[in-house]
T-cell receptor, first 114, second 114 residues
Framework: AQSVTQLDSHVSVSEGTPVLLRCNYSSSYSPSLFWYVQHPNKGLQLLLKYTSAATLVKGINGFEAEFKKSETSFHLTKPSAHMSDAAEYFC????????????FGAGTRLFVKA | ETGVTQSPTHLIKTRGQQVTLRCSSQ?????VSWYQQALGQGPQFIFQ???????GRGNFPPRFSGLQFPNYSSELNVNALELDDSALYLCASSPRTGVNTEAFFGQGTRLTVV
């Protein structure tokens, strides 16, 4: 059965410092993994996706994530936080077992301090 | 290119009533998914429609039903509303079905059940 665990409900960083948002997943098959961002009063937007082509995935706005099968992790990173990165981030897993299904993690709220 | 639009933006209903939420998919997209996002939680997958057929469903009771029309727009119907149905309902469209496909989200309909 699929599951997604985002290990931190809140993360606070200073502007210009690195960002790490952690995600572990469980999936019976080769998963498709995504990170989405939700800014206040805006729709969810895709940051990046992993689809088995490369384990290090680069996304928009300087974000990247590394798929580690041995650790069942898909952590999101950014070298230098910007104030505009403050938002809710969701790790997502999808598969087609018994019909299409997708599961969102509970989310991590990122705060960026000036 | 028009994005995903949902209507209405806000809605208040009484327990036991029925509600219909509407979604216009992005131009060129033939797949629509619906999600329920309770306050402070991640979106939960309700179901997906591809070319007017349901091709995946999450853990929601049968009183949650849907339709997709020939122009690929969609409706979510909820019967016998309960207080716990109060949430943000998100619609997302995709250019095709499949686990690797990005979803483009609307801004949601905020449903309050009293």
């Amino acid at each position: 059965a699929q599951s997604v665990t985002q290990l931190d409900s809140h993360v606070s960083v200073s502007e210009g410092t690195p960002v790490l948002l952690r995600c572990n997943y469980s999936s019976s098959y080769s998963p498709s993994l995504f990170w989405y961002v939700q800014h206040p009063n805006k729709g969810l937007q895709l940051l990046l996706k992993y689809t088995s082509a490369a384990t290090l995935v680069k996304g928009i706005n300087g974000f990247e994530a590394e798929f580690k099968k041995s650790e069942t992790s898909f952590h999101l990173t950014k070298p230098s936080a910007h104030m505009s990165d403050a938002a809710e981030y969701f790790c997502v897993v999808s598969d087609n077992t018994g019909g299409f299904k997708t599961i969102f993690g509970a989310g991590t709220r990122l705060f960026v301090k000036a | 290119e028009t994005g995903v639009t949902q209507s209405p933006t806000h809605l208040i209903k009484t327990r036991g009533q029925q509600v219909t939420l509407r979604c216009s998919s992005q131009s060129g997209h033939n797949t629509v998914s619906w999600y329920q996002q309770a306050l402070g939680q991640g979106p939960q997958f309700i179901f997906q429609y591809y070319r007017e057929e349901e091709n995946g469903r999450g853990n929601f009771p049968p009183r949650f039903s849907g339709l997709q029309f020939p122009n690929y727009s969609s409706e979510l119907n909820v019967n016998a509303l309960e207080l716990d149905d109060s949430a943000l309902y998100l619609c997302a469209s995709s250019p095709r079905t499949g686990v690797n496909t990005e979803a483009f989200f609307g801004q949601g309909t905020r449903l309050t059940v009293v």
